[in-house]
């Protein structure tokens, strides 16, 4: 089963950058869209961006918009989450997933293959 694993998280002050890598070793990673989704603290998992697999569009929760950059290489079967001008209430576990096409609203009622197991991301005031 397709698994996608999460990396680049870490310890930020407020107003820092990181950059977050989405890997697979997958085939079938380039038919499809990617979505980067958070899980804050005592909260539920949400979407918060995804890329579409040929074209290139993107799409942001407008928590992130403006902030956040998701882009991919196909080549390397790997997509990227560039988070600037961090704040507090983005801590939270980051994961990616292959979903089946994006939706606008950021929502999927499932993803393809399984969880991967997500990437800290701990932003301090």
């Known amino acids: 089963e397709d698994q996608l694993v999460e990396s680049g998280g870490g310890l930020v002050q407020t107003g820092g950058s990181l950059r977050l890598s989405c890997a697979t070793s997958?085939?079938?990673?380039?038919?499809?869209?990617i979505g980067w989704f958070r899980r804050a603290p005592g909260k539920e998992r949400e979407g918060i961006s995804c890329?579409?697999?040929?074209?290139?569009?993107?799409y942001y929760r407008d928590s992130v918009k403006g902030r956040f950059t998701i882009f991919r290489d196909n080549a390397k079967k790997t997509a990227y989450l560039q988070m600037n001008s961090l704040k507090s209430e983005d801590t939270g576990v980051y994961y990616c997933?292959?979903?089946?096409?994006?939706?606008?609203?950021?929502?999927?009622?499932?993803?393809?293959?399984?969880w991967g197991p997500g990437t800290q991301v701990t932003v301090s005031s």
């Open positions: 997933a292959l979903v089946p096409g994006c939706d606008p609203n950021l929502a999927w009622r499932y993803i393809i293959g399984s």
């Open positions: 997958g085939f079938t990673f380039v038919g499809y869209a």
């Open positions: 890329i579409t697999s040929s074209d290139l569009r993107t």
